[in-house]
């Protein structure tokens, strides 16, 4: 069997974050129990056609648009083809693989969005940026699962039910798609460091921690102004920042927002990069770990599984299939409602009967989650299923 993944912007880098984590995870179970033939192209904008390996997993980078993709797929002689697909490619043609002979699988590396969350992270990215998810919201879904429809797709993998029940719905047959959630790693098994809790003498205190880069629609700006609303009624809060940093991070919106909060001694910002044991111990330590996105670009985050394994329960925003699938285990607020998040925190501060029954809760949640593993051979049979 030989197999190719088609993603776009996999740069070096980024292997570790979704959904090109997924990719690469079930590349290398195909290639390792299943003794497959894989090679995963990254398209990406005025690139050169350049190979690169990692984890042993071959990554080419192919230009594009590019009249020369067809013609690589083509020669690539492949039985599968998995190509990624958002509701907003309703106008893309898919020229790029109407030539390739084997069986064409579509997926969905992003999740389903609603006004709410557009409409908040216009001020955060721009209207220019905003615009094809508004696009997206507007037309109807069948639109796209036509096109899959029309042009040969044969089965369809979704990363939520969520997502999945919307390709139901606009027309998909469903026993030609499947639910496959992105893996668990072995993050709940690692020992936690607890130095850095010491040094800032947090041992024994409830404290809340975000955790994640300084991107806008991460809504760290929201969660900001929702603890300062907080700390001013509970003098003794305290938010830890986990502030991650990307190749393109800029801190700027976030130390602005810091800076002007009138309860900013009640927060930790922590810049520095930690290892995954000082990860763990602020995550083990934390009554709650607040992830507020305005938009998930990729669902669901591996950050989200990392948490829950500990028991830790997550106050976060409505984002479709993330939101849907920790709704037991976590406070859910509406995207961008700095209020709602606020009651929230006091929520969770204030009932330790309730953060132990989300606690139970997140770690039964990720007792039954699939390890990579298992999502290699969900992905491998759904293969099967279709052949």
Known sequence: ???IFYTHDLFIGREHLMPWRTLIEVAKYFQNAKKWKVKIFSGEIN???????????????VPKPSQELAKTIEKENADILYWPVVWRDRKKSFSDINSFKGNIIAYFPGGVY?????????????IKAALPYVFEIITPKSFLINKLKKNGFAGLIAFSNFTFNKAINAGWIENEGKVIFPGKGTFQTI????????????????????????????GSKYLLKAFDRFASKNKESVLVCLMRKDPDSDFSRFNDSLNKLKNQNNVIPIYDLLSPNQLKGFIDNAIAVILPFIMIPSEIPLTFFEVLSCGTPILTFTNGGTSEYISG????SRPGNTNSLSRNMEEIWENKALRTQLSLRAKELMKNHPTWKQVGENWANFIYAIL
């Open 1 to 3: 069997m030989k197999v």
């Open 114 to 126: 609603n006004i709410t969350n557009i409409i908040k992270a216009i001020p955060l990215i721009g």
């Open 191 to 218: 020992s936690a460091d607890q130095t850095l809790i010491t040094d800032l003498k947090l041992n024994g205190k409830k404290f809340f921690v975000f955790m994640g880069a300084p991107a806008p629609i991460r």
């Open 329 to 332: 285990c976590s406070l859910i």
């Open 47 to 61: 690139a050169q056609f350049v190979n690169r390996f990692y984890q042993d997993i071959n990554i080419i980078s």
